[in-house]
């Protein structure tokens, strides 16, 4: 036997009892990049609010008026990246990585914008 003939392979791979998710999740890679954005726009949200007093003062701003877009953006990115999420878990056979990522960080962004309006109103009718 040449050294270049291969052996023949006494046991063939066995499949997952799970079965491999194959092939590419679109929903669940776009709602991941829709989330990530999502986290970058609270982070600009945070760099601006550390200037807040110097913005009002210069600029004769009010918190609301520098908040409401942010809230609104935020917002809307949350709820894309929460429906492309889900999408993307229901999605047989597809790998679920990024659309559970996705759903996690819009879940919690909206959890966490509607506990501080809760709070807000709780707070001002003291």
Known sequence: MSSTEQQPQP?????SAYG???GSN???L????VALVLVLVGAIQQGVFYFL?????????????IQTPFAIVQAL????????????????GAPKGAAGAA?????????????GYVLGFAVSAL
Do not use: E, N
Request: proline residues 7%; without cysteine; charged residues 5%.
């Open 11 to 15: 046991y063939a791979p066995v499949p």
């Open 20 to 22: 491999a998710a194959s």
């Open 26 to 28: 679109q929903p669940g």
């Open 30 to 33: 776009i709602g991941l990049i």
């Open 53 to 65: 007093p110097t913005i009002m003062s210069d600029f004769g701003a009010s918190v609301a008026a």
């Open 77 to 92: 990115l949350a709820i894309a990246a929460l429906v492309l999420g889900i999408v993307g878990i229901t999605k047989r």
């Open 103 to 115: 759903t996690a960080l819009s879940a919690a962004t909206l959890f966490s914008m509607m506990l």
